[in-house]
């Protein structure tokens, strides 16, 4: 139920900023538009703690590798992983903001092996570390 409210949340963001030439440039809602990659798109929304590969995305997607890899590219604008990546961290700096778990519990529902792991890709990601994140999101 969090997952999909997220998700509905992602994809208001994108319907507002959009306008009716949405579909025309790469974006969330034009992976969505396409079938095959929508049903990738769903499986990361759905389990982000998964240990997701380009092949078993594409798997569930009936495409090839590269095929999945250059389609998914071109309708989101981004690559595959760039945007599991992505809804991982957007997931981490809510669960953040929220205080939902500890850094260990968040890092394994964002897919990450442990909290030092999670800790340096959030902090690449984002510019500050999940603790300073987490501080100032308080104030």
Do not use: C, N
Not at 20 to 26: E, I, R, S, V, Y
Not at 32 to 54: C, G, K, N, Y
Request: glycine share 6%.
């Amino acid at each position: 139920d969090i997952i999909l409210e997220r998700l509905l949340q992602v994809l208001l963001i994108e319907a507002l900023r959009s306008d009716t030439g949405a579909l025309a440039t790469p974006g969330l809602l034009r992976g969505l538009a396409d079938r095959q990659l929508a049903a990738a798109i769903r499986l990361m929304h759905e389990d982000p703690s998964r240990s997701w590969t380009v092949e078993k995305l594409a798997r569930a997607a009936t495409l090839s590798r590269s095929v999945f890899f250059d389609r998914f590219q071109k309708q989101t604008g981004m690559a595959p992983m760039e945007y599991l990546q992505s809804w991982r961290m957007a997931l981490a700096k809510d669960m953040l903001r929220r205080r939902d778990g500890g850094m260990k519990e968040i890092a394994r529902r964002t897919g990450y092996g442990s909290a030092s792991a999670f800790s340096v890709a959030f902090s690449r990601f984002v510019g500050l570390s999940p603790s300073l994140y987490a501080a100032s999101a308080r104030t």
